[in-house]
């Protein structure tokens, strides 16, 4: 009897230490929210009450012209960053992935070497190779457009080591019996490799999304038009403590929460079990 009150007096001090960690952490984001929720004129400060005006003021919102020139909208700096994220989370998978299978199932010279050159990337800062990046999307006539948004920044060598050290657990017989078949490489890729691969990817896909979400820095080097920005480059059309300021502050902030939440299952499951 004292062992079980003890384990279930562990377990409610456990819940009750995540759930006030929990607290602590969304409530500013919630404080800044109930803020936009209130009329225009309202002190714009963070605050615990909901106010009645949530609709009226996001959709206005939404539809409101931004920038100098009025060129953009808030939906469309919003489509903006939905489609830098999306490209950049599948472009980044899809290469990864390829490399990983060419490193892992073909016979490369120096296969090791290059794969060490890889995980030498991820010590060097993103931000240390804009300047040449920035010269040849310029020659290569891609500023301003979605293209030299997203693929400069395709090459991972995260993303190669999450599925290259996956593709190492494939058992070698799953090769052997697809070769028996009269299957090749790009159909043992095909069928086998890439289901089994999925959970990775998914878990992947959701972190980089996250990750192209967020880029400030590099939107801020490649794009110099209004109709281009995304909502992180947006946020300079705002003040920092006005009421359009905070909306989109918070539509920057919540749908990649979201994805994390309702998602963050599967994203533990698939970078760290795969599919075993």
């Not at 010279?109 to 794969?115: K, P």
């Amino acid at each position: 009897m004292t062992h079980a009150f003890r384990r279930r007096a562990r377990n409610i001090a456990d819940h009750a230490i995540l759930i006030s960690g929990s607290v602590l952490m969304c409530l500013p984001v919630y404080g800044l929210f109930a803020a936009t929720t209130h009329a225009p004129g309202t002190p714009m400060q963070p605050r615990l009450d909901p106010g009645g005006a949530f609709v009226a003021n996001y959709s206005a919102f939404l539809t409101s012209s931004a920038g100098f020139s009025g060129d953009i909208t808030v939906a469309a700096m919003l489509w903006n960053s939905f489609v830098l994220g999306a490209g950049f989370a599948s472009l980044k998978v899809a290469v990864s992935l390829l490399a990983a299978y060419t490193l892992v199932y073909f016979r490369i010279r120096g296969a090791s070497a290059i794969f060490a050159v890889l995980l030498l990337t991820l010590m060097l800062p993103l931000e240390s190779r804009f300047l040449p990046t920035y010269d040849v999307v310029a020659q290569l006539g891609l500023v301003n457009t979605e293209a030299g948004l997203i693929f400069p920044l395709v090459a991972s060598g995260l993303g190669t080591l999450f599925f290259r050290q996956f593709l190492l657990t494939v058992p070698d017989a799953m090769l052997e019996s697809a070769r028996l078949d009269g299957a090749g490489s790009w159909k043992f890729f095909r069928d086998i490799l890439m289901p089994l691969s999925a959970p990775t990817a998914a878990a992947l896909f959701l972190v980089l999304f996250v990750n192209g979400w967020n880029q400030y820095l590099w939107p801020v080097m490649v794009t110099s038009e209004e109709a281009t920005y995304t909502l992180v480059r947006g946020m300079q059309f705002f003040g920092r403590a006005s009421l359009p300021g905070l909306m989109l502050a918070i539509l920057a902030i919540v749908p990649p929460c979201l994805l994390v939440i309702l998602f963050q299952r599967q994203v533990v499951k698939g970078l760290f079990d795969g599919s075993h």
